[in-house]
Nanobody, 115 residues
Framework: QVRLVESGGGLVQAGGSLRLSCAGSGIIFSVNVMAWYRQAPGQQRELVARIAPNGITNYANSVKGRFTISRDNVKNAMYLRMNSLNPEDTAVYYC?????????WGQGTQVTVSS
């Protein structure tokens, strides 16, 4: 029933920017805490950023000041603007609720940052 589809990933040089999108169906973003997660090769999945229904956002220290999470309630979509990317940001990025629901995980979108 719930479907989350990530898009916008790609290959970018260090220092570059990218905007990821998350489109949802079967779930209303505006009444859920929504979040972006990422999983780097050989690493555990980590919480990158989240946005609450009241608009309050939180970021992992590693991306604070570089990434911006936002939500469009009309489109029921969520975005992650990533600036000043570095190779350590290379990962598959996913959207989900926070806390995450296992069945909500989509395919994610690959972000690769070259040095």
């Amino acid at each position: 029933q719930v479907r989350l589809v990530e898009s916008g990933g790609g290959l970018v040089q260090a220092g570059g920017s990218l905007r990821l999108s998350c489109a949802g169906s079967g779930i209303i973003f505006s009444v859920n805490v929504m979040a972006w997660y990422r999983q780097a090769p050989g690493q555990q999945r980590e919480l990158v950023a989240r946005i609450a229904p009241n608009g309050i956002t939180n970021y992992a220290n590693s991306v604070k000041g570089r990434f911006t999470i936002s939500r469009d309630n009309v489109k029921n979509a969520m975005y992650l603007r990533m600036n000043s990317l570095n190779p350590e940001d290379t990962a598959v990025y996913y959207c989900n609720t926070n806390p995450a629901y296992h069945d909500y995980w989509g395919q994610g979108t690959q972000v690769t940052v070259s040095s």
